[in-house]
């Protein structure tokens, strides 16, 4: 055992005397006495306004659980969690082929099978880490809000993180590939459709071409009230709507938001914009019949509605872009995003360092995570300009 391991093990153990000893044997006793290691030894166990370091850090684990179920709020309504490379995903949520025929006493009905509906949905995978990186002098010196700050700073990190890398995946037009690292096996990680010559299904009689996309151009500088006619139009036309049990979500940037305030059927628009419930005043031009839609949905302020669908302005949506998404409930396999964890570790975990007397220093951050698409139909991403042709904002190119 060499000098770092035996000093370790002592302090591991609480060996006190047995630490003084093996620096008296070492240095002799003044000049030991004069390190002062015994005192800093003994200031370690709190911080500078005496809480317990032991017991900060299981309060850090605590806040870590607490993150992970805010974050799946929003993931579990636009997502579906799974822990394998690829998932086959039949791509209709109702109105099937037309497989029955007449029956007749004596025939066999034909063979069928809807092999074509169903596509094999691939997702990435990469573990992301932060370290700690907490000295012993830094812990001795820290207060409690010091020591919380610091990881509240790294849990909104992980935050952002996967919202961006959920968002990337929404915005991207183009399909990529993941390899199964057990197997050597490469699946397709497709986007949402995207004129690949992929032929989406039939839905109440209506049929597509393989040159079907869901990246699309306003043709126009301005936001319309016609843009949104299309998005909740073609997500109806797949079977994405509330007849189905499907919530269609238009996430905007303010900058559209307040071109959308001003829809009305009375201006030549199909429908009314109506403000949510969490709205402080509105005003309309006649009596508002029915109910407002809620507040908040997904743990976003919900602006209003249009339609069937639910508006939310965030900032997070670059400006000149309309981004739609068909929600079919809380982790739903109808949901259109494919979120893919680590089977052991499935959201952010808090690692303790390598010294477990003090399990702050050295400690990390952990999350294991990937996305893909599910459905290719229960998403679509328009860019407001009038150049034909959609290219994705800089903000979310992976």
Do not use: C
Request: charged content about 20%; glycine content about 10%; aromatic content about 10%.
């Amino acid at each position: 055992m060499n000098l770092t391991t035996q000093k370790r093990a002592l302090l591991a153990a609480g060996d006190v005397r047995g630490l003084l000893a093996l620096n008296r044997s070492l240095y002799g006793g003044a000049t030991m006495m004069a390190r002062g290691y015994n005192a800093h030894a003994d200031l370690m166990r709190t911080t500078a306004d005496g809480r317990d370091l032991d017991a900060l850090f299981e309060e850090a684990r605590a806040a870590v659980d607490i993150a992970n179920q805010q974050q799946q709020n929003f993931l579990s309504l636009f997502s579906y969690q799974v822990t394998s490379p690829v998932v086959s995903v039949l791509q209709t949520v109702g109105g099937g082929s037309d497989i029955f025929e007449q029956a007749s006493e004596y025939g066999v009905p034909q063979g069928s099978r809807i092999k074509h509906d169903v596509l094999d949905m691939g997702a990435t995978f990469r573990w992301y880490d932060a370290a700690w990186k907490a000295t012993w002098r830094y812990l001795a010196d820290a207060t409690e809000a010091e020591i919380v700050a610091n990881a509240s700073a790294i849990i909104n990190a992980d935050e952002e993180k996967v919202f961006k890398e959920v968002m990337s995946t929404v915005f991207r037009h183009t399909n990529r590939s993941v390899t199964d690292d057990r197997t050597n096996t490469t699946y397709n990680v497709f986007a949402f459709a995207n004129g690949d010559g992929w032929v989406p299904p039939k839905y109440a009689g209506q049929s597509f071409a393989g040159t079907h996309t869901h990246f699309r151009t306003t043709g126009a500088n301005t936001i319309n009230s016609g843009d949104l006619d299309e998005i909740v139009d073609d997500f109806k036309s797949h079977g994405y709507s509330q007849e189905n049990g499907t919530q269609i979500v238009i996430f905007v940037n303010a900058s559209e938001g307040n071109v959308i305030n001003g829809f009305r059927v009375a201006n030549g628009a199909r429908a009314d914009f109506i403000p949510s419930s969490g709205q402080r005043f509105f005003a309309t031009d006649g009596d508002l019949v029915g109910q407002q839609v809620p507040a908040t949905f997904a743990g976003f302020p919900v602006k209003g509605s249009y339609d069937e669908a639910i508006i939310i302005e965030s900032a997070r949506i670059p400006a000149g872009y309309v981004t739609a998404l068909a929600s079919g409930g809380a982790l739903a396999n109808s949901n259109p995003i494919m979120f893919r964890v680590h089977p052991k570790f499935p959201g952010l975990t808090l690692v303790q360092g390598n010294r477990g007397d003090y399990p702050l220093i050295d400690s990390y951050w952990s999350h294991g995570f990937g996305t893909g698409i599910r459905h290719r139909l229960a998403g679509m991403v328009m860019q407001v300009t009038s150049n034909p042709s959609y290219t994705p904002p800089a903000l979310y190119v992976a």
